[in-house]
């Protein structure tokens, strides 16, 4: 490992260099979601195309119907690797909740050796994508190559819904290609403790309406005759979880495998219980299936969850009124290999059953994606891991995520590529929130740990 | 019964003339609710305090910190009866479906044999207040007196909530209290069946508010793990109706009688199915307690219904929220001698109940009245129901209403009397909207109605 050695010193010496250049990036306000800064999402996509030409890779700025993409290219020995980022960021307002200028970085020191690069985009994403930029800058600034053949793509558009994703990768699906991709857009487990996420929830959302009487009534004409659309749809909800907080629709639990025990064993060793988990929010029990921990329930359990639902009248005071509709909007996150398909339609047969004759049932389907999983022992994760163990001195945990990352998704149904999803955020780093910020120890660790894991990756 | 004879003669005669004095109201646009209409309201009032005076009623309009009431005291032998109507009216927008200018009444031609009185309040409630007045101007006109003590109380705050009512039946209890009230603002069964309404439901409301988290989570993070408020609010309101449409509130059915199988029977004559009942608002099962029929249902059984829910993400689309709280506003249905403070809090007790230790839930009330029961074979329903019969050819039904009429509950709570409900509408009179109408025929056969009814109380 001799030559990583000398990379990661490369790196721990030109780590002001690196801030400098991070900055110049970071000061482009490249908010996707507002036309307004249109030309500046393209100068950050300029701005990294000449960041990677100077250090070797065959970079454009390749144009899409929205914001450019950024593909670079790099020969290299060993497996071939898809990088992906985005360098677009979330809108800032409100400003005046801002300590700094989100456009102006900068280092603050918040604690006692305790250091963070502030401003919009340092943590979600460029910060984080630049860490890999850095990793690779020094393998050629040492050895004049680098020690995985590297792709590299860069969204502008992953703040404002992705519209030219799919078919970018659809129409470039051979150029992307890698044995697998790495992801560098997810969390640490705390600041000293690395993780990988090797699961991602997937989701499917369906708003189901409840139709009763052509037209509201008068509850005092018709209370007690007609039937209620909220009491149909309450009926309805009420009935998806049993008394032990698991979901009743037939053939729900399908695809769904228990967690090896030794995994779940160091999610235990975390230390997060019920109240570590729920006191934050103000609570203190868990709502979920009884007998499994907080995390093994965000992480790699299935539910069902209610996000909306109306009817009636909801104004102030009162109105005697019964409604002639009432819906709700309902989400299932899946886990391991739950069909989105097969969700759907079973609770749609399980609604349908519930619905008195008179009644109807309209349903609008809101995304359908099936979770990620990595298996917990693949080759690529246990690589990955080990050495992010030793970048850090703590054990790298195999974690999982309770939301999805579509592209995740993306790569394994365009490409048929796995992702390694390795990120150096944390929690508290208010991305999508005024004073955003990165750990200066991500920032720097972070490169370290890239070239640590292209080290590995090569020599597996 | 000489004497009621040659008063329904006069009325007879006098049809015309009577249509014109109603055409006079009517003019006025006395809208209570709109400040524009202030003084076409006062104008109204000072109409009916004149026509009182040209038939020999001491009367006069008195102020309120609204609009006035009109007063009216005439002198007789026999029972006294307090006569209850509104003079004032609702808005008339929007104007632009209106056949005719609602204030430019007339008589139409809608069918053979079939004219109507075109405006507004020509049903609610100036034609119905008026077919009394009528009725004792022919009294005097024929006898030269009355056949009972009547004093008379004309609202002119009904559609706008009636802010004076209370006060002003405090204040002059000893003027206005009589041996009973008799309240026109009803209707009759169909076209030529007449009925008195002896039951109407009261009415407890509840906004229940379920809080959980301390604000809104990323279902993705919590879901599984938190308490969502959505389905903790499902539970409960799925929980207030058994299989068969009972209400579980443990004691909700304290105080509810069995309506006499001979006024069930009389209900059932009417030919009133749950298809005849729903059909026209599209449904066709009835949902509330089983083995009971429509009528039933809505006039003589307590019911919980739910007028509106809300929480989460209602808007387009979906958002991936657990949130912190969402609420529902529920209303009972109060009959016969159920308590309408009992039943608040044994329905706030059954929620709380069913809450989990974490989250807490919040509870307004709306409004509290208990049911107004006249007995069916009270004297004076029979009373009436007989002279009804007479002037109607067929018998009158004694029937109840699913909502409730505030001013009933009123006089028997402020001035300890029981009220006669008795009316000539239609329930296609269209009050409150658009074309209102009144039937001519329930204007003249009205006012026989009253003479009738006020001979048949004197002669009792």
Not at 132 to 161: N, Q
Not at 270 to 281: H, K, T, V, W
Not at 371 to 397: N, R
Request: charged letters at 25%; glycine letters at 10%.
């Amino acid at each position: 490992m001799a030559d990583v050695e000398s990379v990661l010193n490369h790196l721990d010496s030109q780590l002001e260099a690196s801030l400098e250049r991070l900055f110049g990036l970071l000061e482009i306000p490249s908010i996707s979601t507002d036309p307004a800064y249109k030309n500046d999402v393209k100068r950050a996509a300029e701005w990294l195309v000449e960041d990677l030409k100077s250090i070797g890779f065959d970079a454009s700025v390749r144009p899409t119907e929205g914001h450019p993409m950024v593909v670079a290219h790099h020969d290299g020995q060993g497996p071939h690797v898809l990088f992906y980022g985005h360098y677009d960021v979330q809108p800032v307002d409100p400003l005046e909740l801002w300590n700094e200028d989100p456009f102006k970085p900068g280092i603050k020191e918040i604690g006692p050796d305790h250091r963070v690069i502030t401003g919009r985009g340092t943590s979600d994403d460029k910060g984080q994508l630049m860490t890999f930029v850095e990793a690779c800058r020094a393998y050629k600034a040492v050895h004049g190559k680098l020690p995985c053949k590297v792709t590299i793509l860069f969204e502008g558009e992953e703040e404002s819904g992705s519209p030219s994703l799919i078919p970018f990768l659809k129409a470039h699906a051979d150029e992307l290609k890698a044995d697998f991709a790495l992801v560098c857009d997810t969390s640490m487990w705390d600041r000293e403790t690395p993780a990988i996420c090797v699961g991602l929830r997937g989701l499917v959302g369906e708003e189901v309406t409840v139709k009763a009487a052509n037209r509201d009534l008068h509850s005092g004409y018709y209370g007690g005759a007609a039937a209620n659309p909220i009491r149909i749809l309450a009926k309805v909800l009420a009935a998806l979880h049993d008394e032990n907080g698991g979901v009743t629709i037939p053939g729900f639990y399908e695809g769904v495998e228990e967690t090896p025990t030794e995994i779940l064993r160091s999610w235990e060793a975390l230390g997060e219980d019920a109240e570590s988990f729920l006191g934050p929010i103000g609570l203190s029990e868990l709502a979920g299936e009884r007998g499994r921990s907080a995390l093994e329930l965000v992480w790699a359990r299935p539910t069902c969850e209610f996000n909306g639902i109306s009817g009636g009248y909801t104004g102030e005071g009162f109105k005697t009124v019964i409604p002639a509709e009432a819906y709700a909007k309902v989400s299932f996150r899946l886990v391991h290999s739950q069909d989105p398909a097969k969700i759907r339609e079973a609770f749609r047969e399980f609604v349908r059953e519930r619905i008195p004759a008179d009644c109807s049932v309209e349903f609008s389907p809101h995304g359908g994606s099936p979770a990620i999983q990595l298996s917990y022992d693949s080759p690529i994760v246990t690589t990955a891991q080990a050495a992010l163990t030793e970048e850090w001195g703590k054990p790298a945990l195999a974690i999982a995520m309770g939301g999805s990352i579509p592209i995740v998704g993306d790569f394994q149904r365009l490409l048929g590529m796995e992702s390694l999803l390795v990120g150096f955020g944390l929690a508290d780093d208010a991305i999508h929130s005024p004073n955003e910020k990165y750990e200066l120890t991500s920032f720097h660790k972070g490169q370290r740990s890239w070239a640590r894991i292209l080290a590995a990756l090569a020599n597996r």
